[in-house]
């Protein structure tokens, strides 16, 4: 078996080594995280949440966090219906 002759324009990426698109995502994901830090930190406050039966106390990033975790799986549901009937 021969080795294939290298093209001097030809950039092969070294192992262990990522690439840039590597970076630039976990550059991103760092930059997500501080934010998603920050915004938690700002909104420890406690706040009345009125629940169907009743109603109690929980910090506001709570309330934000479980919103979006009910709004995921609502929209992930109405998703598959919808892609059943097609």
Request: no cysteine; net charge positive.
């Amino acid at each position: 078996m021969s080795a294939q002759p290298r093209i001097s324009g030809d950039k092969q990426p070294q192992a262990g080594s990522p690439g840039r698109r590597e970076r630039a995502r976990t550059g991103i994901l760092v930059v997500i995280a501080i934010i998603a830090t920050v915004f938690a930190v700002l909104n420890r406050d406690s706040v009345k949440v009125h629940w169907i039966v009743g109603s109690g106390r929980a910090p506001l990033i709570v309330v934000i966090v479980v919103s979006l975790l009910i709004g995921v799986v609502f929209t992930h549901f109405a998703e598959r219906r919808a892609g059943k009937r097609r």
